[in-house]
């Protein structure tokens, strides 16, 4: 368990972590950091063996390091790869678990890739415009908006 500046807190894949609150996985999203979900942390914790029931301040160093290295590598323990948030990636087509900056800098990099070959998408997020179909006469108007000219 990391120490940290805080008391109350402990780290967690530097991220604090309040050492009152239970080790449930309803609270682990609120907490943790992006990229583990309420479902992963679930799992995560049920690899571990860890009891749901415990606080964050009561957990060993050996169990907050089993949940990292569970976290970090998912397929080692047998977490299924539909479960995963990084499948078939399209550099090296391998399935993993993106967590923190990590999803940050693979999401630019995916847009960067789509606009650069100018697909359909790439060019919608370029525009700003909505990407999944929406419509958008009526909705979405934000932005610059369009002066109306008066009659002379």
Same mark, same amino acid.
């Given at each position: 368990?990391?120490?940290? !500046? @805080?008391s109350q807190s402990t780290l967690l894949n530097n991220r604090l972590i ?5 080790? $449930? !996985? ?11 979900? +309420? +479902?992963?942390? @679930? ?6 063996? &860890?009891?749901?029931? =415990? ?14 290295? &569970?976290?970090? /590598?998912?397929?080692?323990? #047998? &977490? ?5 948030? +990084?499948? $078939? ?11 923190? /900056? ?5 999401? +630019? ?5 789509? #606009?650069? &070959?100018?697909? @359909?998408?790439?060019?919608? *997020? ?8 929406? *419509?958008? =006469? %009526? ?5 610059? %908006?369009?002066?109306?000219? #008066? $009659? #002379?």
């Amino acid at each position: 368990m990391g120490e940290c !500046p @805080h008391s109350q807190s402990t780290l967690l894949n530097n991220r604090l972590i309040r050492k009152k609150y239970k080790v $449930k !996985p309803n609270l682990i999203p609120n907490f943790s950091p992006q990229g583990v979900g +309420r +479902r992963y942390a @679930h799992v995560v914790l049920r690899k571990a063996d &860890i009891d749901l029931t =415990k606080r964050a301040g009561e957990l060993t160093e050996d169990e907050v390091e089993r949940v990292i290295t &569970i976290m970090q /590598n998912p397929r080692q323990y #047998k &977490i299924p790869d539909w479960f995963l948030n +990084r499948q $078939k990636d399209v550099k090296d087509g391998k399935y993993s678990q993106v967590l923190a /900056n990590g999803l940050d800098n693979k999401l +630019r990099e995916d847009l960067e890739r789509l #606009k650069k &070959i100018r697909a @359909h998408r790439g060019l919608r *997020h370029f525009w700003g415009l909505r990407v999944r179909g929406q *419509h958008t =006469k %009526t909705t979405g108007r934000r932005g610059r %908006t369009v002066g109306v000219s #008066k $009659k #002379k």
